[in-house]
């Protein structure tokens, strides 16, 4: 309980005043704590950020690993479709938060851990690609497990954090239809115009 009150102070913390005026001091006052309890479970401001950082990164990733394992059977329109909803899903788990966090990774040391979660969604994402090889025209399969990845990746980062107007109303219909058709049209080439 006491993990998870400090946790949960320093996230708060982070989104009132930022990484630089949060303190650990401040960090315990918040939780509950003494400041030799707070220390006894973290040895400084960054192991907890580190820490908030992990419990999103968490969050986010088992919401990811269950979609994707969802969609193991769904045609590539279908699963492309879902898999965008998912970015923009997974970016929503508390926005603000996971902006402030996004500056703080490379500071408290969690490149690593991002990365590995990168991986582990390409390693999904190839496994389903390859299932369904007979429904794509990319010969290369790791390359197009890549960019669905970082394509999805960046453009739902990008809209969640710096153009949420673009993910209310229609405006989100139709972004989930352009890039849902990106990824259709890249992994399917002319079979795509063949349909129509």
Not at 4 to 33: C, F, H, M, Q
Not at 56 to 73: D, E, K, L, N
Not at 74 to 90: D, K, M, N, T, Y
Not at 134 to 146: K, N
Request: charged residues 25%; neutral net charge.
């Amino acid at each position: 309980m006491t993990v998870d009150a400090l946790i949960e102070a320093t996230a708060r913390i982070l989104l009132s005043e930022g990484y630089d005026r949060a303190s650990t001091n401040k960090i315990a006052e918040v939780a509950g704590v003494s400041i030799g309890s707070l220390y006894q479970y973290f040895p400084s401001k960054e192991a907890l950020v580190a820490a908030v950082i992990d419990r999103h990164t968490q969050q986010v990733s088992q919401a990811t690993r269950s979609a994707i394992v969802r969609m193991a059977a769904s045609p590539i329109e279908i699963a492309a479709r879902e898999f965008v909803s998912l970015g923009i899903r997974g970016h929503r788990v508390n926005p603000r938060l996971h902006a402030v966090l996004s500056e703080q990774i490379p500071r408290v040391g969690r490149l690593e851990n991002m990365e590995a979660n990168l991986r582990e969604g390409y390693a999904l994402v190839r496994g389903y690609l390859e299932a369904h090889r007979d429904e794509i025209e990319v010969s290369d399969i790791d390359l197009a497990a890549f960019i669905c990845v970082t394509v999805v990746e960046a453009l739902t980062h990008a809209a969640v954090l710096h153009r949420p107007d673009i993910l209310t109303g229609e405006k989100a219909s139709k972004f989930v239809d352009d890039v849902t058709r990106l990824l259709v049209r890249y992994l399917q080439g002319s079979r795509v115009s063949a349909k129509r």
